[in-house]
Every structure is written in C-alpha cells, then in structure tokens.
C-alpha cells in the first residue's frame, strides 16, 4: 500500500507534522482526577484514584505507594471488535505504562499505599500506547497528586522509506518501524523508548528526534489543559 504521494501522507501531513490533540480534564466526577484525550481519531479516557490502602497486602511497600496502570481496549475501539477483558498486549502495555508514570509521580510520600491509574481506549487509530500514556499523566496532575515533571509521549516510524512522526492506522500496519517514545519534558528524560521493525543508525537518530519533538508539542496541549482546569477552579470560586 502507497503511503506517500508528493511527499504527503494519506491524511495529508507533512513528515514532521502530529495528528490534532485535544484534552479536557476533570471529566469523570468520582475519580480524584481525570482526562479525556482525542489524538487523530483515537479517543481515550484516563480516570485516577486517590492514593488508598493496598491490597494485596503482600504488594504493599513501607517505602513507597504502588502505582498500577491499567490499559484495556474498548471491544468497540477497533474495526474487528476485540475481545473483552485483558490479552497480552494489554498486560504489557499496562506494565509500560506504570513504570513510566512511576518515575515521575512522588510515590514517597505515600508509603504503605496503593495509586490506580485506569486507561480505556475508546477508539483506536494507532498510537494508543502514547496517547494513553499522555492522557494518564494529565489525570494524575488532574487529582493533585505530587509529580516531578509531566509525562509526555509521541512515536516515529518509517513508512514508503521515509521518517515520519506519529503514524496513523494504515501507516502503521503498512509501515515498516515503529517507535514509540515518553519523555519528561522539563527535565528533558526519556522513561520509555521502544522499537518495532528496523532501521539503519541514521534512521532511528531521526525518528527519535521527530518523536522527541512530538513529544515536546504534545507536551504543549497537556499544560494549555491543566491550566485551563485551574482557571475555571479560580474562576468559579
């Protein structure tokens, strides 16, 4: 399948451009923070929970609260309807994503507790790793649980033989790598780099820094949200 023409991508952008991204905080009223995100045409929801006791027991750390992320695909997020419940790649997405939020969030001033991270997938448009990873940091910020820095993510893949910054559907299942990335935008850090596919040294320098920039410009869109959240706190007392 052709992916380029004219040096244009079938949705029309450019190599180095992100698909749209959108963020609303304090979407769901029983979670202690929360987010919805659109990126392109995923959809996604992020609720977070007020650190608490932790069970199992046998989990709990005296040093440190427990961060769990669950990352779970809506059957109707996809063409083909997925199976309910947890798969394998819903498993090791979830343990992607607590270890990246774990770096960053103030887990020390929690010891003996438990912080639940919940992600759905609405819609699936490729990505969702980053976008859930996106839309969960901004749910902890949203429920004022102390953090050293956001967490920001963004991908790059090689389609038709060329870079490019944040596949969609088709330009990731007919592209030939993909790579996702996660940083801390202020510290400059990264907390996740994966790869699937190859590339030569030269090709993954540049995809990891259109995803690096993606990342930065994501970053953006999650601080114009929160603030955003806080302005209408202010403005409603």
């Known amino acids: 399948m052709k992916l380029l023409e004219n040096g244009k991508r079938l949705d029309g952008r450019a190599l180095d451009e992100i698909r749209d991204v959108k963020i609303e905080t304090g979407v769901l009223k029983r979670a202690a923070g929360s987010a919805y995100l659109e990126w392109g045409n995923n959809k996604v929801l992020a609720g977070v929970y007020y650190p608490r006791e932790m069970h199992p027991k046998f989990m709990r750390d005296p040093t440190k609260a427990v961060l769990r992320c669950t990352y779970n695909m809506a059957p109707f997020s ?22 990246a939020l774990s770096s ?20 699936a448009d ?41 596949l969609m559907k088709d330009e990731d299942n007919y592209g030939d790598s993909d790579v996702p990335l996660a940083i801390l935008p202020r510290k400059k850090e990264v907390v ?19 995803a690096f920039d993606g990342a930065m410009k994501v970053y953006e869109v999650q601080k114009a949200a929160l603030l955003s959240s806080m302005d209408s706190v202010e403005g409603g007392e």
């Open 78 to 99: 996809v063409d083909d309807r997925k199976r309910p419940g947890p798969d394998r790649r819903s498993q090791e997405i979830s343990k992607i994503l607590s270890e």
């Open 104 to 123: 960053v969030v103030l887990l020390e001033d929690y010891p003996d507790a438990g912080i639940d991270v919940s992600v759905e997938i609405l819609q």
């Open 126 to 166: 490729a990505g969702t790793r980053c976008a859930g990873l996106t839309a969960a940091a901004v749910a902890i910020a949203d429920a004022g649980i102390p953090m050293r820095d956001l967490v920001s993510s963004c991908a790059a893949g090689k389609i038709d033989g060329e870079i490019a910054v944040d």
């Open 192 to 210: 996740l780099l994966q790869m699937d596919g190859k590339m030569t040294k030269e090709e993954f320098k540049k995809a990891y820094k259109l």
